[in-house]
């Protein structure tokens, strides 16, 4: 009996140490479209944790926003004989040619925010984006209401990319939130290299061309102070309101000062863990679901302080 019950433990050994010897081969590569950014920054720390977790080696390609450096950067990747591939691709057009190259070479992908047009991929983690600027755009419609601004005050956007599925949801959704509340938006630029230049240019000419204008919506965080500065060199401060998409470190004062009225923030640590855990999950011969809609916290002083701690690690990466 002692026997047998040895021979099951040391059966266990093998393959519990083969699995974790299989896992601790891994390789993984994140294609992201500008590391420089700091939402893909957050990401790329959740990636990088749940890989450790995982005993996954991982490798971070920035394409600069760059689609020839994108493919480049993928085909660097398959080179090195990855076993995974987690793209945060450009637009959702570009993330096509990355699939169809992962498909060739017979790599499991999946597609961490912004989407594809088509294309086969094993998941897609996404932000309710739709959601979460609805919700945004129902805590901007509630301050113009309290200011009275509502009746003849217009919204003027600052939006990402809208070929982007993540672009049109979130115009969408804050859209549909304005529409209930009959205030108007007025004026819509989409960035293209999300400078702080361009930020700043576009916000005065919203600011010039629109004069009944009582809110600016940045559908991004860390071009902020480009919006804030053209709200101030036209002497506009206490009359244009100023809201964002995603989150900055500095954006836990400048909410509770009432700088900024609110933001939908993403939880990109957070998507970039659930990255990595879906591809364990995948070669452990667990469920994988087609997609996972990861919600937004959106953030006023209201709510603030209750929302601190999940909004330090998930949505800011601060341990």
Known sequence: MKIVFLKIIILFCVVFN???????????????SDMSIPFWKIMSKGIKA?????????????????????????????????????????NS??????????????IPVVISDIGTDKGEYLSFISSDNKMGAYE????????????NWHKDGTVGIISIPQKRTNGKERTSGFLEALNEANIKSDGIYQQVDFSYEETYNYSKKLINEKPNLRAIWLQGSDKYKGALNAIKDSKKEGEILFICFDAEPEFLDLIPKGVLVGSAMQQPYLMGSKAVEVLNNYWNKKEVNKEYKLPILAISKDNIQENLPTIKINVLGIK
């Open 18 to 32: 083969y699995s974790f010897a299989n896992q601790e081969n891994k390789k993984l590569a994140y294609i992201v």
């Open 50 to 90: 749940k890989a450790d977790e995982f005993g996954y080696e991982v490798e971070f390609y920035s394409s600069n926003n760059l689609k020839k450096v994108e493919l480049l950067n993928l085909v660097n990747a398959l080179d090195k004989k990855v076993d995974g591939l987690i793209i945060s691709p450009i």
């Open 93 to 106: 057009s570009s993330a096509v040619t990355l699939l169809e190259l992962a498909k060739n070479a017979n």
């Open 136 to 147: 945004l755009g129902k805590i901007l419609s509630k301050k113009m209401i309290e200011l």
